[in-house]
């Protein structure tokens, strides 16, 4: 339906640079027998030039446990059963995106975007990272309503072209909502969903739900705060964010979360 009432439209030629870091902390068994704790501290930045975004992502980690994955930076490297503490840079993820459709309607904004996402192996430790390439397709669609509320969903596919033997890798399905709610003052409160049908060695799937609120507290300067309960055995028992991002030139649609 969305596609169907959108039509192509000439994007705005000004580029836009946008800078975000994004500390995360999370803690749960995460499907194992010990309990993990992680901080993560995502370093991005982002250009858009017309339909074409281009950005990258890197995260320092900390990490205590046995769990091999972490919300919003995916499965790591095995530590063994006995957990351990390690810390240090993880993945670098590079995003290339580019807006199949957009359009203004009288309550805002309204696009399609599609790109594609790749994870490098440039972790620091090896129980850091994922240890070889993975690759990404995503898909992005958002589109302003009445009353100030704005909607947002990605969904993702993730493959490895040349998995290593004996890993049990697989594939899988990944998604990403938000509803948001614009408020006087530059105030922004949302709801939001994530989740992924399994991880790649194990067939169960991680759901969390999260709230967020977020605020312009200078010129396009926005910091935000996010709290996610995982509702799966997979997932973290909870976990909580800031975001704090700089554009220097306004521009919507992004296949980053």
């Excluded at 969390?208 to 200078?218: K, T, Y």
């Amino acid at each position: 339906m969305l596609i169907a009432t959108l039509l192509p439209a000439p994007a705005p030629a000004a580029a836009e640079l946008t800078m975000t870091v994004a500390p995360e902390y999370a803690g749960g068994r995460n499907g194992a027998e010990g309990r993990t704790n992680a901080l993560s501290i995502p370093v991005g930045a982002s250009l858009g030039l017309d339909r074409f975004t281009l950005s990258a992502r890197i995260p320092w980690l900390a990490v205590s446990g046995p769990g091999g994955y972490v919300p919003r930076i995916g499965t790591l490297g095995s530590s063994g059963t006995d957990g351990g503490a390690r810390s240090g840079l993880g993945d670098l993820r590079l995003t290339g995106a580019y807006t199949l459709l957009e359009r203004e309607t009288p309550d805002g904004p309204a696009f399609l975007e599609i790109g594609l996402q790749t994870r490098l192996p440039t972790a620091t430790d090896a129980r850091l990272g994922a240890t070889q390439w993975e690759h990404m397709l995503l898909l992005d669609a958002g589109m302003a309503l009445p009353g100030g509320v704005s909607i947002d969903a990605t969904i993702g596919r993730r493959f490895v072209p040349f998995p290593r033997r004996g890993w049990g890798e697989r594939d899988y399905w990944t998604g990403y909502g938000t509803i948001s709610l614009d408020l006087p003052e530059g105030w922004r409160l949302g709801l939001a969903a994530s989740g992924q049908d399994r991880l790649p060695d194990v067939a169960t799937p991680v759901i969390e739900v999260g709230a967020f609120m977020e605020r312009e507290i200078a010129p396009d300067v926005t910091l935000g705060l996010i709290g996610w309960q995982g509702l799966t055995r997979e997932s973290a028992a909870f976990s909580l964010g800031l975001r704090l991002s700089y554009r220097f030139r306004r521009r919507h649609g992004s296949v980053e979360e």
